[in-house]
């Protein structure tokens, strides 16, 4: 079995529904693992933590556009 979880297993760990994942990625806030040649797409660790943050940042009131922020933030810190 592939290290990972399914698109379905992420959203019940994350508390959200599959359209929110698949929101999350249209809007960018998390990447699309990439599409094996057989079997699901595998959703490592890391975009768990990033969807538990973004919903965190929306029940204390952020915006999308808020925690895009915020996210940018956070990703440029990390890459100086």
Do not use: K
Request: net charge positive.
């Amino acid at each position: 079995m592939s290290e990972g979880r399914t698109i379905g297993r992420l959203a019940v760990e994350a508390g959200v529904n599959v359209e929110t994942i698949r929101f999350y990625e249209r809007r960018g806030l998390i990447r699309q693992p990439e599409s094996p040649t057989s079997g699901w797409r595998r959703y490592g660790e890391e975009v768990l933590r990033r969807i538990r943050f973004i919903t965190r940042a929306q029940q204390l009131g952020s915006s999308l556009d808020d925690v895009e922020e915020m996210l940018a933030l956070r990703g440029s810190r990390s890459e100086a």
